[in-house]
């Protein structure tokens, strides 16, 4: 049934695009998406107007996307468009992959454009995309590093596995169809159909039957033909998944690279974190649309090895540095975690796909738990320093940087922050779905009706959600409230992580004043009836301090606990706790208190309490204890008050080994 549907809309598809092919097709782009079970709200629809992710918005609009491209100037990465297409003389600049830091960040620029209109940043982009253009080859063909000084055809697709063409190619499309949607300019469209078309018509079954080393362009594929409806995009993205493991038409690359077996017969998370995170968002994309049920499959057995073995407390993932891959079951150290930026970024595509696919909050709280911790972390408070690497303790010799040679974790910074308010909302037919808490509205268009909502709180700082819903005219429907399952009991959907203590205070949800009772559906609090204008929902998620332990298995916090509230994760800094944070312990009976601290870091809630400190005796021969004043702070903030020793995860008791791992 679903598949005739699809089938018939595709059809349809191809026939509009037939008859209006010179017209914008975003219009079109809609009927295909009707395939997808749940469908996100655009984040152009949705106005996130709060004290925590606003500010982070606008820093990143005002401060770190002109960075970017002054970065991007600064190391030859845009003037290597402009010695391709012969518009300036010089040799190649940087990394080989460096194209794909500018697309990022017109990404970026394109999702900030939808948000606001800056006509200086698109005049500046608008050039950025010219010297793009000149740098295609007459058959579509788009690489700086084989285009400097000199084209070199011969050099083309000649290192499947290391050079990233079609990984730069993956985030172009992605670019493209951003920029188009924010400013209805068909130039840069153009030029990625183009290379869309050069690349089908060089790879697919009875041509080419390779893979990229580094995932990404199944991504950018699906979302081309999401725009134009054009199915050879959807087939390609489709073929370059189903290739991967597959020595019919390449030497395999292994695990590193996702390619040691099919992706239909894959289990476990293996290899570069991100490129797997790129992999498996893809096929999501891909079993959305064509209902495929040996991706789902292979899907959920993944996410489920994640879930349960392979994800840190702040939804990071990666947890080894050499290879920026997934370490073994429960192999999850705190000093060396890797946990890249891009890696928590493509864990949250991925896992906002898979709510996508199966309309369970689980996957939402993993998002949430990435998006407020492992993922926010990586930018400074003033938008230009960021984090490659986001560990979970430090020794006081790492801080943000002001960027990196190769500048993946930035620029997926930049197009990451602006695309946030996509993931509040969703859509199935007649119901809406609340996935995330932040003050602010949106307009959400569902079969015949639009509904407008607005959310009031001081999220996540505190759990009262005050939503008011204001439907075009009185309709019944169904609004699924997410409860999240750190309200539930539980940190995380798996025996990874636990509450050290039961919390007894309930989750309590009422409508227009009056109590109801949770009527739970896939981790979503179901409220069905029929909408007015200022019907009001009121959701409270109590917020006490929690201590979470790990399971057993994870050696690295064995005797250990980490603090948490709400959906953000703490940690103790040196600059708060005597200097140091290493010799704390943080007994389990050690009452602690929240308090928010508006003047700290942005305006944070801060935890405080007593902890005893080890040092040792005058002589030195003894370790000794003594009581202190403690502090933690949320995780995402620390490192704004220069460098000094941070943990996640401290010792509940006096142990032999102190070693922070
Ligand atoms: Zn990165």
């Known amino acids: 049934m679903m598949v005739q549907r699809k089938n018939f809309f595709v059809l349809l598809t191809v026939l509009l695009l037939s008859v209006v092919s010179f017209m914008p097709s975003v219009a079109i782009a809609v009927e295909v998406k009707k395939d997808c079970p749940v469908q996100s709200v655009p984040f152009t629809d949705v106005q996130i107007k709060d004290n925590f992710w606003w500010p982070r918005m606008e ?21 290597n468009f402009a010695k391709a297409g012969g518009l300036m003389k010089g040799e190649f600049e940087g990394i080989y992959f460096n194209d794909s830091d500018v697309y990022k960040v017109i990404e970026g620029a394109g999702y900030s454009l939808k948000n606001r209109a800056d006509p200086e940043l698109e005049k500046y982009v608008d050039g950025v995309i010219e010297k793009i253009a000149s740098a295609q080859w007459e058959d579509g063909y788009l690489y700086t590093f084989y ?23 993956g985030h172009f499309f992605e670019a493209a169809v951003a920029y188009y949607q924010a400013t209805g300019k068909r130039k840069i469209l153009d030029v990625a159909i183009k290379l869309a078309d050069y690349i089908d018509s060089v790879f697919g079954p009875g041509k080419r039957r390779e893979v990229s080393g580094h995932e990404e362009i199944e991504i950018g594929l699906v979302k ?22 597959n020595a019919r038409g390449h030497k395999l690359y292994g695990s590193y690279c996702q390619d040691h077996k099919p992706v239909i017969e894959q289990s476990e998370a293996v290899g570069h974190a991100v490129r797997a995170g790129y992999l498996y968002s893809g096929m999501a994309d891909v079993a959305s649309l064509t209902g495929d049920r040996d991706y789902v499959r292979a899907l959920d057995r993944i996410w489920q090895d994640v879930v ?23 192999e999850l150290p705190n000093k060396t975690a890797y946990c890249e930026t891009c890696a928590a970024i493509a864990n949250a595509m991925w896992n906002h796909r898979m709510f996508l696919l199966h309309g369970d909050a689980k996957y939402l709280d993993v998002l949430e738990r990435i998006i407020y911790n492992g993922f926010l972390s990586s930018i400074s408070l003033s938008g230009d320093k960021f984090f490659y ?35 509040v909302y ?103 009836r029929t909408w007015k204008k200022g019907d009001v929902i009121e959701l409270n998620l109590p917020m006490p301090i929690r201590r979470v332990v790990s399971n057993e298995k994870v050696e690295a916090n064995a005797g250990r606990v980490a603090l948490v509230r709400g959906p953000i994760v703490y940690c103790a800094e040196g600059v708060d706790n005597d200097g140091q944070v290493f010799n704390i312990v943080l007994s389990d009976d050690v009452p602690l208190e929240a308090k928010y ?36 702070i949320p995780y995402y903030a620390w490192s704004h008050r220069g460098v000094g020793e941070m943990a996640v995860w401290l010792p509940r008791r006096v142990m032999l080994n102190f070693d922070v791992q």
């Open 59 to 79: 820093t990143n609009r005002k401060v770190t996307i002109p960075y970017a491209f002054g970065k991007c100037e600064e190391t030859g990465r845009i003037d």
């Open 597 to 632: 601290r508006e003047d700290m870091l942005g305006g944070v809630t801060v935890i405080r309490g007593k902890a005893r400190s080890l040092y040792p005796s005058e002589d030195g021969k003894l370790v000794e204890t003594k009581e202190q004043e403690f502090v933690a």
């Open 308 to 330: 349960s073995k392979k994800l840190y407390l702040t939804g990071g993932v990666g947890a080894r540095g050499g290879g920026e891959s997934f370490g073994n079951d429960y």
């Open 389 to 423: 690497p986001n560990p979970l303790a430090s020794d006081g010799n790492y801080q943000r940087s002001p960027w990196f040679g190769c500048a993946c974790c930035p620029t997926n910074i930049v197009r990451f922050i602006p695309s946030l308010p996509g993931y």
């Open 224 to 245: 081309l033909y999401r725009l134009t409806g054009n199915e050879k995009y959807l087939n390609l993205a489709k073929f370059f998944i189903d290739e991967r493991g």
């Open 426 to 528: 969703a859509h199935r037919e007649d119901t809406l779905y609340v996935n995330l808490f932040a003050a602010g509205s949106a307009t959400i268009k569902m079969n015949n009706k639009t509904v407008q909502i607005k959310q009031q709180t001081r999220y996540p700082w505190d759990g009262a959600v005050k939503m008011t819903v204001n439907p075009e005219h009185s309709a019944e429907f169904a609004i699924y409230v997410r409860i999240p399952g750190w309200a539930k009991n539980q940190p995380v959907p798996s025996d990874l992580y636990r509450y050290l203590n039961k919390s007894d205070k309930k989750v309590a949800l009422k409508v227009n004043g009056k109590s109801i009772a949770l009527d739970m559906e896939k981790g979503f609090a179901r409220v069905s």
């Open 147 to 169: 285009s400097v000084p000199r084209r070199q055809p011969e050099k083309r697709w000649t290192n499947m596995r290391d050079n990233h063409e079609l990984y730069c190619a």
